[in-house]
């Protein structure tokens, strides 16, 4: 498998940078996980738009979606113009239903619900969906082809359970939405570097990566307070880094 960040800043993307998008390409698939501000045109260095073969978003929060209704169009146009001929497939969750409705596209979108518990099979690539400590519905993602495992844990908060998740992935890609300093007094579904790091430790992830920082976030700071707690390679995310697993 290869896992590609596209984007990985929020609630906005640093100056060209982008908030939360991944290219998963794998068993001949090329899978686009979440598509935030600014992923389309990072995306758009590796592949052209139409070549995407499915798109997944882990719940429907402006800086994990925005850029699908872009997307929208670049599809429309392919098959138009008859380089693509076929829709392209998008999974979510069904909530909020507002967003969910938006996310059809005339002929061009074929939009599909998920739910906790789910199970999605493109080519040997293998999605089970799990629910994670959020506001609105969101699914932490066990991603499982050729022998490998890769945990995208999506937004998340304390409470979620990452043991009834995975054991052991070869990549665990959650979120570090702030320094242990710098967490808010009020309680929020996120997590802090720190707690991350305690969970790809809880895990035993083979590999972590750091993402949905702070546009402000120094990666200095961030791998030194993860790597205080978890033992693994750590990476932190910035757009374009490639982890490929063998």
């Excluded at 929020?188 to 702070?214: C, G, N, R, Y």
Aim: hydrophobic share 40%; with cysteine.
């Amino acid at each position: 498998m290869k896992w590609t960040v596209l984007g990985c800043q929020s609630p906005f993307p640093a100056p060209g940078g982008a908030t939360p998008g991944y290219l998963l390409e794998a068993g001949g698939k090329k899978i686009l996980i979440d598509c935030g501000s600014g992923v389309l045109s990072q995306l758009a260095k590796f592949l052209p738009l139409y070549e995407v073969d499915a798109v997944i978003l882990s719940h429907l929060h402006h800086d994990h979606i925005s850029d699908f209704f872009v997307l929208q169009y670049a599809i429309m146009i392919a098959m138009n113009q008859g380089m693509r001929n076929r829709p392209l497939p998008v999974w979510s969750p069904a909530q909020p239903d507002s967003w969910f409705r938006q996310l059809s596209y005339g002929r061009y979108i074929q939009r599909q619900a998920v739910k906790e518990g789910d199970m999605l099979k493109l080519g040997d690539v293998k999605i089970q969906f799990f629910a994670t400590d959020h506001p609105v519905p969101c699914y932490a993602m066990r991603i499982d082809s050729g022998g490998q495992t890769i945990l995208y844990g999506a937004d998340s908060g304390p409470k979620t359970d990452w043991i009834s998740m995975a054991a052991k992935p070869d990549l665990f890609v959650c979120e570090g939405s702030f320094l242990e300093a710098e967490r808010p007094q009020n309680p929020v579904s996120h997590l802090s570097v720190k707690e991350t790091a305690m969970a790809a430790k809880q895990i035993q992830a083979k590999q972590l990566l750091i993402t949905h920082l702070s546009p402000l976030a120094e990666l200095s700071e961030v791998v030194r307070e993860a790597a205080s707690v978890y033992p693994g390679l750590c990476h932190p995310a910035k757009p374009g880094l490639i982890i490929h697993l063998a």
